[in-house]
């Protein structure tokens, strides 16, 4: 699983606009209940100057980040990206287009309040519960009427709007990081007070004409975001956590060395899960201690011989090897090895785990291939099945699936089918979509960018990955889809295949 989400605390609309009558301002009201955020500017509705502006205030409990990183669910500062989500409200009064909308860090508590006008202005806070432009908790009052934020590079995130139905998407990985700071962030810390959404100050109007004080004298009326209290699952404001947590084992795919092949493409990687009462449990309990790694001759799943010398990845000649610790009880080995590691009384390899001089695990035997040159067309050329897709899922489990792949147009022997089980193709590079089947929405997209979070891991049994379901929104058919990258032109390939399922709130 490479995707999290956690979704807002609070939220709140605050706004200095006009009420009807033009001349009351609407700036004791307070929206925190209402199921919309707005941001807007209106330049010279009430007079020649005047002025009136929108801002949208968003809060996320940080601790379930703080959390959810101790325990392993995601990974270390500098493996994982943040991701401010928001997404647009269609309605029927004017949107404005060409505008960038700024993003930045409260550097103040507020209160989310419980209003709900966003037409009329008339659920003032009073000086109690709520904010609204003048206060920001209660009597207390911002520094500045309209919000307090900060206004340095790690803390400010800005996106363009070219037609103006463009849900909100930032990196918001520099600030996510100083308000967790368990790693000694190099930027420092932050108390959590969550986002400020604004025009940016070329584009928010200003009753200042001489001059105009940097502001815009265009009104850009109004973009409409859904709030924490929609109705709707996949549109709540949200910090989409994204890293790549994919699994390249190659002990199904172990390749000998060669010459021609880029040195990085001559190292192969093995994993050992140590499992400890069904459970992943790391060495001696403890994340300083590391497994290592031997490679024998295979006599069925046998270890005989000695140890047989291979390469490390500085291409050292090595008999054993320190894995590196990839999470709690998974570890990794990357090394290459050439032919003669192998002979033709002993074809095959198996691998040896150890400890402390004592052997905790021996794997399965491992038959290393030779790099071959080859043309390679992913275009349409394959068959897949999800032969242990189910019907339907819980919403409170993490599932894994499995995908098997065959080359299209494969026609085994009888004497194949009858002796041997029939092995997945491994594709190294392929990601997963998973669209609701009523309306065809996407709710989680190819994510086949920098972060690749919605990568499939591969193992000797083929490619597969983890989903948490409390991501999909219960009662509803969603589908499987597939892409495959194609190293020729340098595109994913999307693969004619839909795999149904549902998700309820108990499987039973």
Same mark, same amino acid.
Not at 294 to 300: F, I, K, P, T, V
Not at 348 to 360: A, E, H, P
């Given at each position: ?50 002025? #009136? ?48 909308? #700024? ?47 900060? /206004? ?54 200003? !009753? ?13 009326? /109004? ?11 996949? #549109?709540?404001?949200?910090? #989409? ?45 403890? /994340? ?96 897949? !099945? ?61 994510? /086949? ?60």
């Amino acid at each position: 699983m490479a995707i999290k989400k956690y979704f807002a605390i609070a939220d709140n609309t605050i706004t200095n606009a006009f009420e009807e009558n033009l001349t009351t301002r609407g700036t004791g009201s307070n929206m925190g209940q209402a199921d919309i955020l707005e941001v807007f500017s209106i330049y010279a509705q009430q007079s020649t100057s005047s002025a #009136e502006l929108s801002r949208a205030l968003i809060q996320f409990d940080v601790t379930q980040i703080t959390s959810d990183r101790t325990s392993g669910a995601i990974p270390e500062s500098g493996s994982v990206s943040f991701y401010l989500k928001l997404y647009n409200a269609e309605h029927s009064r004017t949107l404005p287009r060409d505008f960038f909308l #700024e993003v930045n860090a409260l550097s103040a508590n507020w209160e989310e309040g419980v209003g709900l006008d966003m037409d009329n202005y008339t659920d003032l806070t009073n000086d109690a519960t709520g904010s609204n432009w003048i206060n920001r908790a209660g009597a207390t009052s911002w520094t500045t009427e309209g919000g307090n934020w900060h /206004t340095d590079t790690s803390s400010s995130f800005k996106q363009h709007f070219p037609i103006g139905t463009e849900d909100l998407e930032v990196d918001v990985t520099t600030l996510v990081e100083q308000w967790v700071n368990s790693d000694g962030n190099v930027l420092g810390s932050k108390t959590n007070y969550g986002f400020i959404v604004k025009l940016t100050g070329s584009q928010e109007a200003t !009753s200042s004409l001489s001059p105009l004080a940097g502001g815009s004298t265009l009104s850009y009326y /109004t973009k409409k975001f859904f709030a924490r209290s929609t109705e709707f699952f996949f #549109e709540r404001p949200s910090i #989409e956590a994204r890293f790549d947590s994919s699994r390249r084992d190659n002990r199904g795919t172990l390749y000998y060395s060669s010459s021609w092949a880029p040195a990085s493409e001559n190292l192969n990687t093995i994993f050992l899960y140590n499992y400890v009462r069904g459970r992943l449990r790391d060495v001696a309990g403890q /994340t300083n201690q590391i497994p290592v790694l031997n490679l024998y001759y295979a006599s069925g799943s046998v270890p005989e011989g000695d140890a047989r010398y291979f390469r490390d990845a500085s291409n050292d000649p090595v008999n054993f090897l320190s894995a590196s610790r990839v999470s709690e009880g998974v570890y990794k080995a990357q090394f290459s090895i050439t032919s003669s590691v192998v002979n033709s009384t002993y074809p095959y390899l198996i691998d040896v785990w150890t400890y402390s001089g004592s052997q905790i695990q021996t794997g399965s035997f491992i038959e290393p291939l030779p790099v071959q040159a080859q043309n390679y067309d992913l275009s349409n050329s394959f068959v897949l !099945s999800m032969p242990k897709l189910a019907k339907k899922y819980s919403s409170q489990k993490t599932e894994r699936f499995r995908l098997f792949v065959r080359d299209k147009g494969w026609s085994p022997n009888v004497f194949t089918k009858v002796t041997e089980n029939i092995k997945s193709k491994i594709i190294e590079s392929a990601s997963y979509q998973i669209t609701r089947v009523v309306d065809q929405k996407v709710v989680v997209p190819y994510g /086949t960018g920098s972060d690749n979070y919605t990568m499939l891991s591969y193992d000797v049994s083929g490619n597969y990955f983890d989903f948490d379901m409390s991501l999909l929104e219960s009662g509803y058919t969603y589908c499987f889809k597939y892409a495959f990258y194609d190293d020729a032109v340098g595109v994913y390939r999307e693969q004619p295949h839909l795999f149904k399922f549902k998700v309820e709130n108990d499987e039973y």
